[in-house]
């Protein structure tokens, strides 16, 4: 089966910098590839998602990339704020399979500090 | 649209009691179904997924079980709780074109 690393498990920045979380995963077959964003107590929730039909995909202050060839894919969060702070995933699954099946990496507990 | 209830958010429950939480989905049909569990601080961990009715398959062997009585529906039980078993229980479908989507999650304190 599919097998996603993350990291780093920790990022601490200051307000204003930005914030960058890697994955690396190790299907050739995977072609779909989330982000979700975990707030302390809550559910995880979709923030951006990337095919592996394109190469970068941005959504105001964050952005993912994604290498096929190297089979890794990448988070940006731009000009962080401290609401940024959470736990995010990334996952690696095959858009359209019976299963459908997310495979999550151990996710990354990002800090923003004032 | 679609939607997603998990019920309910927290319980407390004694060890070797037993256990039942229900998720439910709306607005799509024959949805592929999936329970996870996260202790704290800890990653998601898949438990029971399914793709229909009465067919549920198991990642980890546990102290737990699932079924899926009707289409939208997905249980996860135990006969007896253990110690371990405490943490936040997620349910979760997936549209077969995108990502899950989360309920709103169980927090389990067995004591």
């Known amino acids: 089966g599919e097998n996603v690393e993350q990291h780093p498990s920790t990022l601490s920045v200051q307000e204003g910098d930005s914030a960058v979380i890697k994955c690396t995963y190790s299907?050739?077959?995977?072609?779909?590839f989330p982000w979700y964003k975990q707030e302390l107590g809550k559910r995880p929730q979709l923030i951006i998602d990337i095919r592996s039909n394109v190469g970068e995909k941005k959504d105001q202050r964050i952005a993912v990339t994604l290498n096929k060839t190297a089979k890794h894919f990448s988070l940006h969060i731009t000009e962080t704020q401290p609401e940024d702070s959470a736990v995010y995933f990334c996952?690696?699954?095959?858009?359209?399979?019976?299963?459908?099946?997310?495979?999550f990496g151990r996710g990354t507990q990002l800090t923003v500090w004032p | 649209s679609q939607t997603i209830h998990q019920w309910p958010a927290t319980l407390v429950q004694p060890v070797g009691s037993p256990l039942s939480l229900e998720c439910t989905v709306e607005?799509?049909?024959?949805?592929?179904l999936y329970w996870y569990r996260q202790a704290a601080g800890r990653g998601l961990q898949l438990l029971f997924y399914?793709?229909?009715?009465?067919?549920i398959s198991s990642e980890v062997p546990q102290n737990l079980s699932a079924s899926r009585p009707q289409d939208r529906q997905f249980i996860l039980s135990s006969k007896k709780l253990l110690l371990s078993d405490s943490g936040f229980y997620l349910c979760a479908w997936r549209d077969r074109d995108y990502g899950y989507t989360f309920g709103s999650g169980t927090r389990l304190t067995v004591v």
């Open positions: 299907d050739s077959a995977s072609n779909y």
């Open positions: 399914s793709v229909g009715i009465g067919q």
């Open positions: 607005g799509t049909s024959n949805p592929n």
């Open positions: 996952a690696a699954s095959t858009r359209g399979s019976t299963l459908g099946r997310l495979y």
